[in-house]
């Protein structure tokens, strides 16, 4: 079945030091979802993805779609302390299947 | 935006007994609702997708005869853990989409712990 892989599993930053988070799946996505949960809430929908090569911005987080539509990045500028929790990526057509989600911490 | 309710947020249940946990759209029909399963540190494990009208299809290695779905309504779908015991202690929680709305909107969680 449809894989999605996510790396790292953790990153613990200094605040105003960026931060990247890449997906892989293992099959072509028809789109790719990213989800921020912060500690002890629930996952939060923060972008979807569905061209290839697409790239979408929201203030500091920058998302990417790969050319081939199986993978992806967030990337973060200047990290804040509000950026902390884990981002999730996720794909599917009939249904979501996550990745294992990139914990962010960060150092003030 | 689109907005998903589950109750109970938190539950606490002796072993042996039954849970039901309810999730539902608020402000939009959701034909198709998902279950997730959270261990602690964890990513969102997909357990089964509900669908309004008939059976649940459930990934493998979930018991279907253990965890209950009905989605009876556009706007309603409920999960019930049978005959529970501690290793079902989880976070479970539920996901929409609505029509007209990106991505999916996910209810607030359910924390269940089986003593």
């Known amino acids: 079945g449809q894989q999605v892989m996510q790396i790292p599993q953790y990153q613990h930053v200094q605040e105003g030091e960026d931060f990247t988070t890449y997906c892989n799946s293992s099959?072509?996505?028809?789109?790719i979802q990213w989800y921020k949960q912060r500690p002890g809430g629930h996952p939060v929908f923060l972008i979807q993805?569905?061209?290839?090569?697409e790239v979408k911005k929201q203030k500091r987080l920058t998302f990417q779609f790969g050319e081939a539509k199986k993978n992806s990045s967030l990337h973060i500028t200047a990290t804040q302390t509000t950026d902390v929790g884990t981002y999730f990526c996720?794909?599917?057509?009939?249904?979501?299947?996550f990745g294992q989600g990139t914990r962010l911490t960060i150092n003030p | 935006g689109a907005v998903v309710s589950q109750h109970p947020s938190r539950v606490i249940c002796k072993s042996g007994t039954s849970v039901k946990i309810e999730c539902r759209s608020l402000?939009?029909?959701?034909?198709?609702m998902f279950w997730y399963r959270q261990f602690p540190k964890k990513s969102l494990m997909l357990m089964a997708t509900s669908n309004e009208g008939s059976k649940a299809t459930y990934e493998q290695g979930v018991e279907k005869d253990k965890f209950l779905i009905n989605h009876a309504s556009l706007t309603l779908s409920t999960l019930t853990v049978t005959s529970a015991h501690p290793e079902d202690s989880s976070f479970y929680i539920c996901?929409?989409?609505?029509?007209?709305?990106?991505?999916?909107?996910f209810g607030s969680g359910t924390r269940l712990t089986v003593v």
């Open positions: 402000d939009f029909q959701a034909t198709t």
């Open positions: 996901s929409a989409s609505g029509q007209g709305y990106y991505g999916y909107t």
């Open positions: 099959t072509t996505l028809s789109n």
């Open positions: 996720g794909g599917g057509a009939q249904k979501l299947v």
């Open positions: 993805l569905v061209k290839s090569g």
